[in-house]
């Protein structure tokens, strides 16, 4: 991970994309914690007011790499034509912070989410798990079905949402990028080997007494302490992941609600820098639950990659 001498290059969402596959990105979120990287040296992103909306900065360093995300938060953007979040990413040498690039941050996101998921999966899953359940229909739930697809062979894809047209759109959309997906309920849950959840729900999603014990559940989309897609019956049985208890405690509703209602533990919390170590090993005696709320390190383990050769 040593900074190149060039000249800052600008890079575009599909310069991003031509350089970052879905499983790229995944070997480069598991490489920064191989190299001994702790989450817990994050500093926590600052929401600032700005204009109509909200900035939220977001820094981070690596080794020999240091970077910030500069994202934009404008709620009545639809209404005028333009997307509602948008996203800088300036990356920089750590040794003299010069600039190195600046990157499209929507691109960054769009990829880094799903592989830190994945990179949670393929520890947690169980080898031969096959049968997938999805909750969302967005970019995410689509993404996230890609990179599950990527560290396991899948023999069952269900998307599971409120619209059954976004459904069907989200299931034509995979099956075109060679995912079989096909609309589902929450009862599919019952049988499924791994959970993607991947809404802005505030209450959960499905029944936690469905989830079979060995199999693999991913929160991702809610993460505010009021918000969540997990009730605390899960939360309680479970062994849960995080990427690291500090941030889990501040914005994981999913967490904070079990903790404060006194099924689950802090201390029993475990961060995905010591999962990925194999310091911990997948249960298989009660579920295996990743939530993730988002860091700063994880869009620069992904922006290392756009400008390495």
Known sequence: MSAPERAPGTYTAADVRERITPRRARELVARALESGFSPADDAPRSNIAAGEGHLLLMPSTIGAWTGVKVASVAPGNPDRGLPRIQATYLLLDTATLSTAAIIDGVSLTALRTPAVSAVAVDRLAAPDASRLVVFGNGPQAIEHAIAMADVRALTSVRLVGRSAARVEA????????????????????????????????????????????????????????????????????????????????????????????????????????????????????????????????????????????
């Open 170 to 309: 989200a299931c034509a959309e995979l099956r075109e990028r060679g995912v079989d997906a096909s609309p589902g309920t929450a009862a599919d849950v019952a049988e499924a080997d791994v959970v993607v959840c991947a809404t802005s729900a505030q209450h959960p999603l499905f029944d936690g007494a469905l989830v079979r014990d060995g199999a693999c559940v991913v929160a991702m989309g809610s993460h505010e302490p009021d918000r969540r897609e997990l009730d605390e019956q899960l939360m309680g049985r479970s062994l849960v992941v995080v990427e690291d208890v500090a941030a889990a405690m501040r914005e994981a509703g999913d967490v904070i609600q079990a903790v404060d209602a006194g099924v689950l533990d802090a201390s029993a919390l475990v961060g995905i820098d010591a999962l990925v170590r194999g310091e911990v090993a997948r249960a298989s005696d009660r579920p295996n639950v990743f939530k993730g709320t988002g860091m700063s390190w994880q869009d620069l383990a992904v922006a290392i990659g756009v400008v390495e050769d």
